[in-house]
């Protein structure tokens, strides 16, 4: 019996290969629909989950900027930086400090394996189907 992966269409076979690819590669990832206003979340890894804190449900849905990561250490300039990349589809590096769900800094924090390792967000849009 397949997997059941969160709101992935299981035909979306595009969604399903980068799926694939990257928890294959042992990543801690999200995947959001551009197309929609707020570039809502459609899927996250157990790595993501695990990092974060948050459950898979609590994830779903909520803007790809991650705000409900951000804490006190968290600089506006940063966040600003972040959404304006989303709505502009460029690429920028962008330093943020974010939260566990239990409140400890990710800088700081300790995973069962020592560290955290490195969050690398990759921003890009992809346009599924043709004619607009």
């Known amino acids: ?67 409900f990561l951000y804490g006190p250490g968290t600089q506006k300039t940063s966040a600003v930086q972040i959404a304006q990349a989303l709505l502009g589809s460029e690429e920028r590096k962008v330093e943020i400090c974010f939260y566990r769900k239990d409140g400890v800094n990710m800088r700081q924090g300790r995973g069962r394996t020592g560290h955290w390792g490195q969050i690398q967000p990759l921003l890009g849009r992809c346009r599924l189907g043709g004619g607009d």
């Open 1 to 67: 019996m397949p997997v059941r992966r969160g709101h992935v269409a299981p035909q979306n076979t595009f969604l399903d290969t980068i799926i694939r690819k990257f928890e294959g590669q042992s990543r801690k990832f999200i995947i959001a629909n551009a197309r929609v206003e707020n570039c809502a979340i459609i899927y996250c890894n157990d790595g993501f989950c695990e990092l974060c804190g948050y459950t898979r449900a609590e994830v779903m849905q909520k803007p790809c900027t991650c705000d």
